[in-house]
């Protein structure tokens, strides 16, 4: 079954949580399991919510 969006997305910030001098997009799409351009979409939304920052 693939992961939900709300999995990615909270899989997303759990995995950024801990590393804190920040990761790049490609760290983000290998680890989550997504395309360059879909996690760069995913953190485009997290930013405009507030849950992350760039």
């Known amino acids: ?3 939900s969006l709300l999995d990615r997305a909270l ?3 759990e995995m950024m949580s801990t590393r804190m001098g ?3 997009v490609t760290v983000v799409a290998d680890e989550i ?3 360059k351009s879909g996690a760069h979409r995913l953190l485009a939304d997290l930013i405009r919510l507030g849950y ?3």
Do not use: C, W
Request: net charge positive; charged share 5%; proline share 7%.
């Open 1 to 3: 079954m693939a992961a």
């Open 11 to 13: 899989g997303t910030m």
């Open 22 to 24: 920040g990761v790049s």
């Open 33 to 35: 399991g997504l395309p």
């Open 52 to 54: 992350v920052r760039q």
